[in-house]
C-alpha cells in the first residue's frame, strides 16, 4: 500500500500545495489514522496467537448420570465415528483430518468424558426413554417399550458427517400421545477466539446466524423462539450443531460451572391412537468446509451460512475457492497462494500501470510545480487554478496513485479472513512453514515482506530529487521510512499465508514499476 504515498506522489503533492492555505493537512490527517490502524493490527496480531485449549473436567461441574448400565456400541463410516449410549452420543472422531502432521491420531469432537450429544424427548402422560434407559440393539435399530405398551424404535445413520436419529414412535395406546422432541449438546472447555474468527455459541434463529462468544457465555445465557433453526458450537475449524425436524422451537444456550451447553426442544407432537410417526433429528460433526457445510445444508437449513467471512464476504468465498482450485492443480496451498497473488496484480495491472504512470508525470512536472507554488506563494486562489491547469497539461490527477492501495485494502482483509476459516489452510506447510494459517515462527516471511516493502519504497524515490524538507510532502517522507519496520512487527504474528501474499505482491510490483520505468524512457 505504501508505494502509492511516496513523497512524489500526487497525492502528497497535492496536499503539501494546500498546506499554505490550510490550517491542517488532510496527508497528516490520514497518516495518523494509519498509524493508529497499525497499532490496532499489531494488538490484533498478538491475540491471534495460536489459540490454546481449556480441558478442565471438573466433576463437581458435570453433569452427573450413571451411565454404567447403559451399553456402548460403535458407528462407522468413510468420514466418521461416533459412540452410541442410550440417548447420547459422543467421541465423534474425524477420519479424513489428523491432529497435526506428527500425530495421525483423527480429530475429535465432543471427545471427553463430559461432552455429548444428548437426542431425545419429553413426555406428557407416559413414559419416554430416558439418558439411564436401556436400548435393545438389533443390528443397529434400537428399541424400548415403556410401562403403557408404547414402542420406540430409534435407527441412527450417517451421511457424510450428518448423522440422523430418526424416532418411530408406535402408540399402542386406547388414548392419543403427545411427545416433544429435544436435543442438547454438552461440552467442557473452550478454545480461545481471536481478533479474526469467533469461536462459541452458534444458533440459527429465523434465518439469522446467532453466535456467542466463550466469553460472552461467562457472564450470561441466551434463549430464542424460531420456527425452525439449529444449535451447536463453533470452533476455528470445527462445527457441532443438531437440528430437529419439527417446527415452533426454543433454544436455549449456558454456562453451569465449567459445562457449556445449548439446547433446542420443539412443540410437543400428538400420536393418535394406534399410529405411527417418526421424529427427525439431525447432529452436523465435521470440518468447517464450505462446500461440505453447502453439501449437508439439505439435512439442516441455513448450515451453509454457518462461517463467517467478514465484511468482504463476496471477496473471500471466490479468493477461497480460486485458491482450493490452484491447489487441486499444484497440491500445495504455498504454491497456490503465490499463482493467486500473480493472478490478482495482473487483474489490477492496468490501474496500477496508471498509477505508476501518473507518478512518473508527477515526478517530470515537478519543476514547474516548485515554480508556481514560488511563484503564487501569496495568491492562494491563483495557485490552486494554476495547479489544476498543469494537472490538464499532463493528464494526470493527484489521486490517481490512491485506487489501486484502496482496492487493496479489502482483498487483503478478505485473504486474512478466508486463510484463518479455512480448514484447508490447517496443517498446509511450505518450505520451512508447518501452518500457512499460523504465524511464521521463525519470523523469517515478515523480514522478507519489510525488506521487500522497503526496496520498492526506495525505488520509488531514488529517481527524484527531494523537494524542500520544510513542506508537508518532506515530512511524509521521513514518516514513510518507518513504514516497512512498523509493517514488519505488526506482521509478524499474522497468518505466515497472508504475510506470504504481501510479500509476492510486493516483489510483482517491484517488477512491474521497473517494466514501466524502462517502457516510460
Not at 500526487?10 to 497499525?38: D, E, H, I, T, Y
Not at 452427573?64 to 465415528?81: E, G, H, M, W
Not at 463430559?114 to 439411564?132: H, K, Q, V
Not at 430437529?244 to 420443539?266: C, E, H, L, N, W
Amino acid at each position: 500500500m505504501v508505494q502509492y504515498l511516496d513523497k512524489n506522489s500526487g497525492f502528497n503533492q497535492w496536499n503539501a500545495n494546500r498546506s499554505a492555505s490550510a490550517p491542517k493537512s488532510r496527508l497528516s490527517s490520514f497518516l495518523w489514522w494509519l498509524v493508529l490502524f497499525m497499532a490496532a493490527w499489531w494488538f490484533m496480531g498478538i491475540l491471534t496467537r495460536p489459540a490454546t485449549q481449556n480441558t478442565n473436567t471438573d466433576a463437581a461441574t458435570a453433569p452427573v448420570v450413571d451411565l454404567s448400565s447403559v451399553p456402548q456400541t460403535n458407528i462407522t463410516s468413510d468420514d466418521i465415528s461416533a459412540t452410541i449410549q442410550g440417548l447420547r452420543i459422543s467421541d465423534i472422531k474425524l477420519s479424513n483430518y489428523a491432529i497435526n502432521p506428527n500425530d495421525p491420531t483423527p480429530v475429535s469432537l465432543l471427545g471427553d468424558g463430559d461432552s455429548f450429544a444428548e437426542i431425545g424427548l419429553l413426555s406428557s402422560g407416559t413414559a419416554a426413554p430416558t439418558a439411564t434407559t436401556v436400548w435393545r440393539n438389533n443390528n443397529g435399530t434400537y428399541t424400548w417399550r415403556n410401562p403403557d405398551g408404547i414402542e420406540f424404535t430409534r435407527t441412527i445413520t450417517i451421511d457424510g458427517y450428518v448423522i440422523t436419529i430418526s424416532d418411530a414412535i408406535k402408540n399402542t395406546m386406547s388414548r392419543d400421545v403427545s411427545f416433544a422432541p429435544y436435543a442438547r449438546i454438552v461440552r467442557t472447555g473452550a478454545e480461545k477466539s481471536n481478533a479474526g474468527v469467533s469461536n462459541g455459541a452458534i444458533s440459527y434463529v429465523n434465518s439469522d446466524i446467532e453466535v456467542e462468544d466463550w466469553r460472552t457465555l461467562d457472564k450470561k445465557s441466551y434463549a430464542y423462539s424460531t420456527t425452525t433453526g439449529f444449535t451447536g458450537f463453533v470452533e476455528q475449524y470445527w462445527e457441532t450443531v443438531v437440528s430437529i425436524d419439527s417446527p415452533d422451537q426454543t433454544i436455549r444456550v449456558k454456562k453451569t460451572g465449567d459445562i457449556y451447553s445449548t439446547d433446542v426442544a420443539s412443540s410437543a407432537v400428538s400420536i393418535p391412537a394406534g399410529e405411527t410417526k417418526t421424529l427427525v433429528t439431525n447432529l452436523f460433526a465435521g470440518p468447517r468446509d464450505q462446500r461440505i457445510l453447502d453439501s449437508a445444508e439439505t439435512k439442516i437449513t441455513g448450515l451453509g451460512d454457518s462461517v463467517d467471512y467478514g465484511w468482504f464476504w463476496f471477496l473471500a468465498r471466490p479468493m477461497l475457492w480460486v485458491l482450493n482450485g490452484i491447489h487441486a492443480i499444484v497440491m500445495n496451498y504455498g504454491v497456490a497462494i503465490i499463482i493467486m497473488t500473480i493472478l490478482l496484480r495482473l487483474l489490477m495491472w492496468p490501474l496500477t500501470r496508471k498509477s505508476y504512470t501518473s507518478m512518473l508525470a508527477m515526478q517530470k512536472m515537478q519543476p514547474e510545480l516548485q515554480r508556481i507554488q514560488k511563484l503564487y506563494a501569496n495568491d492562494k486562489m491563483r495557485l490552486q487554478m494554476e495547479m489544476m491547469k498543469l494537472y490538464q497539461t499532463h493528464k494526470t490527477s493527484p489521486m490517481s496513485g490512491c485506487l489501486p492501495m484502496l482496492i487493496q485494502i479489502p482483498i487483503f482483509f478478505a485473504l486474512y479472513k478466508a486463510l484463518l476459516v479455512s480448514v484447508q489452510m490447517r496443517n498446509a506447510h511450505f518450505l520451512w512453514i508447518s501452518d500457512l494459517a499460523s504465524m511464521d515462527s521463525y519470523f523469517i516471511l515478515p523480514i522478507l515482506m519489510g525488506a521487500t516493502m522497503w526496496l520498492q519504497q526506495y525505488l520509488q524515490s531514488a529517481s527524484t530529487k527531494s523537494a524542500s524538507q520544510n513542506d508537508i510532502a518532506a515530512q511524509t517522507q521521513k514518516m514513510m521510512r518507518w513504514m516497512p519496520i512498523l509493517f514488519t512487527i505488526m506482521f509478524a504474528w499474522m497468518p505466515a499465508g497472508l504475510v506470504l501474499y504481501w510479500t509476492v505482491s510486493n516483489i510483482f510490483g517491484i517488477a512491474q514499476m521497473y517494466i514501466i520505468k524502462r517502457a516510460s524512457r
